[in-house]
T-cell receptor, first 117, second 113 residues
Framework: GAVVSQHPSRVICKSGTSVKIECRSLDFQATTMFWYRQFPKKSLMLMATSNEGSKATYEQGVEKDKFLINHASLTLSTLTVTSAHPEDSSFYIC?????????????FGPGTRLTVT | AQSVSQHNHHVILSEAASLELGCNYSYGGTVNLFWYVQYPGQHLQLLLKYFSGDPLVKGIKGFEAEFIKSKFSFNLRKPSVQWSDTAEYFCAVNARNDYKLSFGAGTTVTVRA
C-alpha cells in the first residue's frame, strides 16, 4: 500500500512557542490530506481538511488561527501549532487521500506526539 | 453529520476464539464504511471497506464485515483470532459524496495466547 510519513515523530516544546508537523505522501500525489487529533483511549477527531493550492477547511470548534495548515505541494501538508499550550499536547495524525479509478483510500501517517511543557 | 458507535470498549479473548465487533452508524444518506486497525505503536491500516455491492466484505488477515442497511450496522468478524490480532479497531464512515471520515471510539482487542 501507499506510504505516508510524518515528521517529527515526537516533539516537546515550551508553552507559547510554535511547532510545525510535516505530512508527506511518499509514493503518490494527494490533492487532499486530513489532520486528526487522537486523545488517549479515544477516537480520532478530524481537525481539518488540507487542500493542495487552496485554503484548508476546518471542523467546527477547531481554531484556524491556532492550527495553521499549508498544503503547498501534492505530496506535502504541514500543520503548525501556534502559541502552543499544555492542552494542545496530543497525538496528531495525518492522512492522505489516494484516488484510484472511482475508488479511494485514506493512508495514515504514523502520528506525531506533541508535548507542550 | 454522521456518527459512529462501537459497542465494545475492550474485548479480551483467547487464541482461536471467534471475534465480532459491533459498529452502528447514524446518517440519513448513503454511506461508505470502513474498518481500520491500529497495532501497538503502528499507524492505522485499512482492514476492509464497503462502498456498494455484496454487503459481505472480505478484508485482509481473515477479517470480514457485513453491512446490514436496515440496522445501520457494519460488524467486523474473524472466525479464529491470533495473538497478533491484539490491536485497536476503529469503525469509520463517510457520506457517499464526502471523503471526510467519522470514527467510532475504537475497541481494544486483547488476544491471550
Amino acid at each position: 500500500g501507499a506510504v505516508v510519513s510524518q515528521h517529527p515523530s515526537r516533539v516537546i516544546c515550551k508553552s507559547g512557542t510554535s511547532v510545525k508537523i510535516e505530512c508527506r505522501s511518499l509514493d503518490f500525489q494527494a490533492t487532499t490530506m486530513f489532520w486528526y487529533r487522537q486523545f488517549p483511549k479515544k477516537s480520532l477527531m478530524l481537525m481539518a481538511t488540507s487542500n493542495e493550492g487552496s485554503k484548508a477547511t476546518y471542523e467546527q470548534g477547531v481554531e484556524k488561527d491556532k492550527f495553521l495548515i499549508n498544503h503547498a505541494s501534492l505530496t506535502l501538508s504541514t500543520l503548525t501549532v501556534t502559541s502552543a499550550h499544555p492542552e494542545d499536547s496530543s497525538f496528531y495524525i495525518c492522512s492522505a487521500l489516494e484516488l484510484d479509478r472511482g475508488s479511494y483510500e485514506q493512508y495514515f501517517g504514523p502520528g506525531t506526539r506533541l508535548t507542550v511543557t | 453529520a454522521q456518527s459512529v458507535s462501537q459497542h465494545n470498549h475492550h474485548v479480551i479473548l483467547s487464541e482461536a476464539a471467534s471475534l465480532e465487533l459491533g459498529c452502528n452508524y447514524s446518517y440519513g444518506g448513503t454511506v461508505n464504511l470502513f474498518w481500520y486497525v491500529q497495532y501497538p505503536g503502528q499507524h492505522l491500516q485499512l482492514l476492509l471497506k464497503y462502498f456498494s455491492g455484496d454487503p459481505l466484505v472480505k478484508g485482509i488477515k481473515g477479517f470480514e464485515a457485513e453491512f446490514i442497511k436496515s440496522k445501520f450496522s457494519f460488524n467486523l468478524r474473524k472466525p479464529s483470532v491470533q495473538w497478533s490480532d491484539t490491536a485497536e479497531y476503529f469503525c469509520a464512515v463517510n457520506a457517499r459524496n464526502d471523503y471526510k471520515l467519522s470514527f467510532g471510539a475504537g475497541t481494544t482487542v486483547t488476544v491471550r495466547a
